[in-house]
């Protein structure tokens, strides 16, 4: 069972379309943050959310973490082919130290011109 | 300021050999953890290493071990290399505290035979 869950797993949209991937758990954690990762290249950090409720928006990029801090979504206003790649979320658990994270398993964006 | 560097970038191996990848931190970083990324999935902790000790360590078995240098740098070992342990293997980076930001390497590709 994975302890984070992303869907859709795969996503594959239009150029100036809206998206939103989610990211869910039944673990509290203690912050999560959102990676963009391309092919041949490691994870690189887009955001980090700690306070549950809370939004933050990188250009048109919008993160939430939820109340709970038990999940998270983002969504991409008006997606251009450059937004293509792996997302991924990943939580640390209240318990560890914040570099031991836990990562979904990805959602796989593909933006077509 | 140099990134997260990892060396080599792809290794090939047969099953029953051992293995050493090294990692450097960015500069200023003080906290150096392993992951491995199998093909279409998330990243999954390894290890973590601070001040030259395994801090954490996640659900992988004896035949993964590691360094960490007085200057920071790391490197992983896997013994008795299995097919499963085909993977791209990710070093990050990171300065201990409450919420720690990750950097990541572009990752060594290491493929089993």
């Known amino acids: 069972t994975q302890l984070l869950e992303q869907s859709p797993q795969f996503l594959s949209i239009q150029e100036g379309e809206n998206l939103t991937v989610y990211c869910n758990s039944s673990?509290?954690?203690?912050?999560l943050q959102w990676y963009r990762q391309e092919p041949g290249e490691g994870p690189v950090l887009l955001v980090t959310v700690v306070t549950g409720g809370e939004v933050k928006k990188l250009k048109r990029l919008t993160f939430q973490f939820g109340d709970a801090r038990k999940d998270s979504s983002l969504h991409i206003t008006a997606a251009q082919p450059g937004d293509t790649g792996l997302y991924l979320c990943a939580g640390a658990l209240e318990e560890t130290s914040g570099s031991r994270l836990t990562f979904g398993e990805g959602t796989q964006l593909t933006v077509n011109p | 300021d140099a990134g997260v560097t990892q060396s080599p970038t792809h290794l090939i191996k047969t099953r029953g050999q051992q293995v050493t990848l090294r990692c450097s931190p960015k500069s200023g970083h003080d906290t150096v953890s392993w992951y491995q990324q199998a093909l279409g999935q998330g990243p999954q902790f390894i290890f973590q290493?601070?001040?030259?000790?395994?801090?954490q360590r996640g659900n992988f078995p004896d035949r993964f071990s590691g360094h960490q240098f007085p200057n920071y740098s790391s490197e992983l070992n896997v013994n008795a290399l299995l097919l499963g342990d085909s993977a791209l293997y990710l070093c990050?980076?990171?300065?201990?505290?409450?919420?720690?930001?990750?950097?990541f390497g572009s990752g060594t590709q290491l493929s089993v035979l």
């Open positions: 990050a980076s990171s300065f201990q505290g409450p919420v720690e930001k990750l950097f």
């Open positions: 290493y601070y001040e030259e000790e395994e801090r």
């Open positions: 673990s509290v954690f203690s912050s």
